[in-house]
């Protein structure tokens, strides 16, 4: 009965660790969608011409953007060890084998909104520095983020 009970236990401690690696999981893959509906929304569609150029929502989405990019460093702190269920792209373990190298990636990207947000005035100061940031978020993807599918 004591052996039947402790391995009820284990089973729940088990069970509750997974939810906690998949809750963790599913925040940094928030925190991403996050920061690309920042990106691709207001900025992207102004440079792809899908929406007429407007300097409030471009400032807004720059803050936005700020802000979230500001929150990676804490929020992929921790290794889920899986990934998000069905998600399209995941995390590589390297993240948290070097994970100052992975820190060292956020701080150009963040400089890369600092510099466009006050110089951005037009569509075409926009595709510059929409340019800037995108190589710079392409630079922790390239070895930091797995398709995978
Ligand atoms: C320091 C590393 C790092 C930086 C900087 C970074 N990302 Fe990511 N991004 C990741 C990782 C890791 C993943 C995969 C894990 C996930 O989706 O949770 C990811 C996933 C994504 C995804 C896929 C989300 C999904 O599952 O659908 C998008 C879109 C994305 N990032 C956009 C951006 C944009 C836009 C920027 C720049 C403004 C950016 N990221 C900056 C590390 C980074």
Known sequence: MKRLILVGAALLIGVSA?????????????????????????LGRTVRGQSAY??????????????????????FATNPKEDVFGAEYGSSQKIWQ??????????????????ARGKVKDVDSLKAA???????????HETYRVKLK
């Open 130 to 140: 929409y340019a800037a940031m995108n190589d710079r978020c392409g630079d922790c």
């Open 98 to 115: 070097n994970k100052a190298d992975f820190d060292a990636k956020i701080a150009p990207v963040a400089k890369a909104i600092a510099d």
């Open 18 to 42: 997974v939810a906690a690696q998949q809750d963790v999981a599913e925040q940094q893959d928030k925190l991403m969608k996050t920061i690309a509906k920042s990106f691709y929304g207001p």
């Open 54 to 75: 407007d300097q409030a929502a471009i400032d807004a989405a720059l803050v936005q953007l700020e802000e979230s990019v500001g929150k990676i460093a804490t929020v």
